[in-house]
Structure formats: structure tokens, C-alpha cells
T-cell receptor
Framework: KAGVTQTPRYLIKTRGQQVTLSCSPISGHRSVSWYQQTPGQGLQFLFEYFSETQRNKGNFPGRFSGRQFSNSRSEMNVSTLELGDSALYLC???????????FGPGTRLTVL | AQSVTQLDSQVPVFEEAPVELRCNYSSSVSVYLFWYVQYPNQGLQLLLKYLSGSTLVKGINGFEAEFNKSQTSFHLRKPSVHISDTAEYFCAARRGAGSYQLTFGKGTKLSVIP
């Protein structure tokens, strides 16, 4: 069974631009969560989706948004990029609300 | 709110020696506890988890952890480390059923010295 896929793996943007990251969960998984990983703040929760509904959102500004499609694939969008948005963005999928989370390899975003 | 504290940011250890990576959590509600490993340029891989039941949890790659409710700890141990165990390890907590938002510790970098 294929794992969680994240595209692109690497991305370079400049301040003020916007970016969309994609996550394809493991087949059959209905839950997707997103995390931001930075050297200073560590791993921080962004949002979680289950069956196209956002169930929870972390403490991030409104520039960070996401959605989940009917096939469980998820996207997150960051608008008006700032230097501090440079990070590894990790997506995790789970088969159920309480199930184990399986992480993808992440998308490395660099904002110049 | 819950928080997770990993007491050591870096742990060097010689190959074949035992290792313990420490993790404390705070929560006013029951928690589920996890240890993840991250190799360079990769995502997180689950090592083991504590949901309920036996306080000694065995995971992959020879790792185990013990849940101690009175000390609010969930330390990770391995009796004999290998070079391939060099990686960053994250302790994480999650509230009980209904939410899978993980709260992570800052991570511990384990360096195995040949």
C-alpha cells in the first residue's frame, strides 16, 4: 500500500507570494492533519480534516488555510508569504478519527 | 491544554550502549502518548504508542517505553543502540478519543558514536 504522498517536495517562493501544498493520504484514510516544523518552534499543529470537514485548527494566522476533497486529498494554502513561513510542512493521514497517524515526507518551503 | 517536555535536546551515546530519552507530559485529561523518529529529510515514523493497558510498551527496532502516571513521564529506552539509530526522536501526546491533534516535544537528537 502506498504511503502518504506530498507534492511538491521542495518549493522556493518570495515574500508576498502565495503557495499551495498538496497531500494525498493512504488509500482508505479519511482523516488528514497538517503540521509545520521549524527549528525554533518545533512541530506545531495546523489543522485537521475528516470527511471534508475541518475539525480543529491550530494557532496560526488566517493566512494559513486548508481544505479536503471528497477523495480525502487535502491542500493547504499560505497567502502573503513571510520569511518566517519557511518550514517543513508535514501531512499525516489516519483511517479513523482515533487511528494512528501516518506521516508523509513533507514539503520543504523556503521563503526568500 | 497539554504540553510535552523532552528533557534533553541532544544525547550522544556509544554504539551498543543503552540509551534513555526522557519525556514528561502535562495534561488535565487522559492522554495517549507516542514516540516518533525522524531521519534526515524524511517524515515521522511511529516507534510506539501508549493508549491504555500495560504501562510497558514495546515498539519497533527494539525500543520500549514506560508510561508512569504518577510522574507524568513516558521515557523511551533501548538496551543496545546501533549506528542506524542516529536520528531525531519526538515524544507526542494527544487527548483521548475524538481528536488526533498531536502536541509534540521539541525533539531529542540521538547521536550514536562508533
Amino acid at each position: 500500500k502506498a504511503g502518504v504522498t506530498q507534492t511538491p517536495r521542495y518549493l522556493i517562493k518570495t515574500r508576498g507570494q502565495q503557495v499551495t501544498l498538496s497531500c494525498s493520504p493512504i488509500s482508505g484514510h479519511r482523516s488528514v492533519s497538517w503540521y509545520q516544523q521549524t527549528p525554533g518552534q518545533g512541530l506545531q499543529f495546523l489543522f485537521e480534516y475528516f470527511s471534508e470537514t475541518q475539525r480543529n485548527k491550530g494557532n496560526f494566522p488566517g493566512r494559513f488555510s486548508g481544505r479536503q476533497f471528497s477523495n480525502s486529498r487535502s491542500e493547504m494554502n499560505v497567502s502573503t508569504l513571510e520569511l518566517g513561513d519557511s518550514a517543513l510542512y508535514l501531512c499525516a493521514s489516519s483511517p479513523t478519527l482515533d487511528g494512528e497517524q501516518f506521516f508523509g515526507p513533507g514539503t520543504r518551503l523556503t521563503v526568500l | 491544554a497539554q504540553s510535552v517536555t523532552q528533557l534533553d535536546s541532544q544525547v550522544p551515546v556509544f554504539e551498543e550502549a543503552p540509551v534513555e530519552l526522557r519525556c514528561n507530559y502535562s495534561s488535565s485529561v487522559s492522554v495517549y502518548l507516542f514516540w516518533y523518529v525522524q531521519y534526515p529529510n524524511q517524515g515521522l515514523q511511529l516507534l510506539l504508542k501508549y493508549l491504555s493497558g500495560s504501562t510497558l510498551v514495546k515498539g519497533i527496532n527494539g525500543f520500549e517505553a514506560e508510561f508512569n502516571k504518577s510522574q507524568t513521564s513516558f521515557h523511551l529506552r533501548k538496551p543496545s543502540v546501533h549506528i542506524s539509530d542516529t536520528a531525531e526522536y519526538f515524544c507526542a501526546a494527544r487527548r483521548g478519543a475524538g481528536s488526533y491533534q498531536l502536541t509534540f516535544g521539541k525533539g531529542t537528537k540521538l547521536s550514536v558514536i562508533p
